[in-house]
């Protein structure tokens, strides 16, 4: 509160010394530059959030599609803001992984972008199945992206003390176990898809083994 109203009170005086004489053109002048000087700086300083985008209209093929996998009106609308709000929780992650060496590393090293997009279309394909997904709609999603607006951020900063450095590997750190998590939620999302993969390459082993004409003895 105080570095929002200083440099208010600092113009205020400029302009009213101004007016009074009370003090030299110079001084006057200096209070008047820094006084607008921090202000400027306030306003530039401030963090900006992106908008929520409009959620698109509905079309009826897709409508048409929600309601025949059994889906109600209410449950329609609220898949479709979530889906909404996690595209652009996506794309803003991607954005800050893009601006920062030590982002890009943790990305390579779990393939959290990837992962995250790949159960988004996951997602997409059978709507019915968004409660599954909470933990990483509701919680992993959203914190990994406020965890990488803030290091992006504190990054930025020109001047870096001792303690600023140490909060960055911190928050590297802990930016590394949310990456692993949403790893985790894809993989536990598609588990049921490769134990019934397991099962049909398991089958299909069988069938070649008893075919003669496919043996590969």
Known sequence: MRRKILPIIIVVIGILSFFEGDFGDYIVFLMLVV??????????????????EELPS?????????????????????????MNLSKQQ??????????NAKLKAIDLRHDTLKAAKALFKE?????????????????????????????????????????VYGKLEESAQIIDQMADLIVKDYQQFVADDLEDMDVEISIAKKNLNHDPDLSTK
């Open 35 to 52: 006084g607008f000087w921090l202000i400027y700086r306030g306003i530039k300083g401030r963090k900006v959030r992106p908008q929520k």
């Open 58 to 82: 509905l079309s009826r093929e897709k409508e048409t599609y929600y309601k025949t996998v059994g889906m109600s009106e209410r449950e329609i609308d609220v898949f479709r803001e979530t």
């Open 90 to 99: 996506i794309l803003r992650l991607q954005q800050n992984i893009q601006k």
């Open 123 to 163: 997602l997409v394909k059978d709507p019915k199945r968004l409660p599954e997904a909470s933990q990483f709609l509701y919680t992993h999603l959203p914190n990994i992206v406020d965890l990488t607006d803030n290091y992006v951020e504190i990054n930025g900063h020109e001047v870096k003390t001792k303690e």
